[in-house]
Protein backbone atom coordinates (compact mmCIF):
# COMPACT_ATOMS: atom_id res chain seq x y z
CA UNK A 1 0.00 0.00 0.00
CA UNK A 2 1.40 3.47 -1.10
CA UNK A 3 0.46 6.83 -0.03
CA UNK A 4 2.20 8.67 -3.14
CA UNK A 5 -0.35 9.69 -5.33
CA UNK A 6 -2.40 10.63 -2.24
CA UNK A 7 0.10 12.25 -0.91
CA UNK A 8 0.54 14.26 -4.13
CA UNK A 9 -2.84 15.22 -4.84
CA UNK A 10 -3.17 16.79 -0.89
CA UNK A 11 -0.24 18.92 -1.60
CA UNK A 12 -1.36 20.06 -4.93
CA UNK A 13 -4.62 20.61 -3.40
CA UNK A 14 -3.31 22.46 -0.51
CA UNK A 15 -1.12 24.72 -3.16
CA UNK A 16 -3.74 26.06 -5.34
CA UNK A 17 -5.94 26.43 -2.17
CA UNK A 18 -3.01 28.69 -0.71
CA UNK A 19 -3.14 31.04 -3.94
CA UNK A 20 -6.73 31.12 -3.69
CA UNK A 21 -6.70 32.33 -0.24
CA UNK A 22 -3.38 35.25 -1.36
CA UNK A 23 -5.31 36.30 -3.91
CA UNK A 24 -8.70 36.03 -2.64
CA UNK A 25 -10.49 34.02 -5.80
CA UNK A 26 -12.86 31.33 -4.16
CA UNK A 27 -11.94 30.26 -0.82
CA UNK A 28 -10.31 33.40 0.34
CA UNK A 29 -13.43 35.49 -0.92
CA UNK A 30 -15.96 33.95 0.62
CA UNK A 31 -15.34 30.51 1.94
CA UNK A 32 -19.41 29.76 2.64
CA UNK A 33 -20.00 29.58 -0.95
CA UNK A 34 -17.28 28.11 -1.84
CA UNK A 35 -17.65 25.21 -0.19
CA UNK A 36 -21.27 24.71 -0.92
CA UNK A 37 -19.87 25.40 -5.11
CA UNK A 38 -17.41 22.76 -4.03
CA UNK A 39 -19.47 20.23 -2.23
CA UNK A 40 -21.83 20.05 -5.11
CA UNK A 41 -19.26 19.72 -7.73
CA UNK A 42 -17.75 16.90 -5.99
CA UNK A 43 -21.18 15.19 -5.19
CA UNK A 44 -21.87 15.89 -8.94
CA UNK A 45 -19.09 14.06 -10.35
CA UNK A 46 -19.11 11.06 -7.77
CA UNK A 47 -22.57 10.32 -8.61
CA UNK A 48 -21.30 10.62 -12.85
CA UNK A 49 -18.38 8.15 -11.55
CA UNK A 50 -20.80 5.68 -9.44
CA UNK A 51 -22.62 6.24 -12.52
CA UNK A 52 -20.20 5.07 -14.91
CA UNK A 53 -19.17 2.24 -12.33
CA UNK A 54 -22.57 0.64 -12.25
CA UNK A 55 -22.23 0.75 -16.00
CA UNK A 56 -19.04 -0.58 -16.49
CA UNK A 57 -17.77 2.27 -18.29
CA UNK A 58 -15.11 3.31 -15.32
CA UNK A 59 -12.81 0.87 -13.80
CA UNK A 60 -10.25 1.21 -11.05
CA UNK A 61 -6.86 1.01 -12.21
CA UNK A 62 -4.32 -0.61 -10.12
CA UNK A 63 -0.68 1.07 -9.48
CA UNK A 64 2.09 0.88 -7.68
CA UNK A 65 1.25 4.73 -6.36
CA UNK A 66 -2.18 3.86 -4.95
CA UNK A 67 -3.60 3.41 -1.67
CA UNK A 68 -5.75 0.23 -2.75
CA UNK A 69 -8.45 1.48 -0.52
CA UNK A 70 -11.93 1.03 -2.03
CA UNK A 71 -14.58 3.37 -0.67
CA UNK A 72 -17.19 1.54 -2.83
CA UNK A 73 -16.14 -0.92 -5.73
CA UNK A 74 -13.93 0.48 -8.52
CA UNK A 75 -13.86 3.86 -6.61
CA UNK A 76 -10.47 4.35 -4.87
CA UNK A 77 -9.75 6.83 -1.92
CA UNK A 78 -8.07 9.06 -4.05
CA UNK A 79 -10.87 9.64 -6.39
CA UNK A 80 -13.17 11.79 -4.15
CA UNK A 81 -9.97 13.71 -3.10
CA UNK A 82 -8.62 14.19 -7.00
CA UNK A 83 -12.38 15.80 -7.65
CA UNK A 84 -12.22 17.99 -5.16
CA UNK A 85 -8.45 18.94 -6.32
CA UNK A 86 -10.57 19.30 -9.68
CA UNK A 87 -13.41 21.75 -8.74
CA UNK A 88 -11.27 23.84 -6.23
CA UNK A 89 -8.22 24.35 -9.31
CA UNK A 90 -11.31 24.81 -12.18
CA UNK A 91 -12.59 27.63 -9.88
CA UNK A 92 -9.34 29.41 -9.44
CA UNK A 93 -8.73 29.24 -12.99
CA UNK A 94 -11.75 30.51 -14.12
CA UNK A 95 -11.99 33.53 -10.86
CA UNK A 96 -7.91 34.12 -12.14
CA UNK A 97 -8.78 34.47 -15.64
CA UNK A 98 -11.65 36.89 -15.01
CA UNK A 99 -9.70 38.72 -12.52
CA UNK A 100 -7.04 39.08 -15.05
CA UNK A 101 -8.87 40.12 -18.02
CA UNK A 102 -11.26 42.35 -16.02
CA UNK A 103 -7.85 43.85 -15.04
CA UNK A 104 -6.16 44.36 -18.23
CA UNK A 105 -9.61 46.45 -19.22
CA UNK A 106 -8.83 48.77 -16.63
CA UNK A 107 -5.62 49.95 -18.28
CA UNK A 108 -5.52 52.96 -20.99
Request: proline share 5%; net charge neutral; with cysteine.
Given at each position: ??????????????????V????????????????????I???????W????????????????????????P?????E????????????V????????????????
Amino acid sequence: MSFVYLAALLVSLACVMLVDVRFRLFLGSDWRRALVVLAIGVAFFLAWDLAGIGLGIFVRGDGPFMTGVLLAPELPLEEPVFLLFLCEVTMVLVLGAARLLERKGDRP
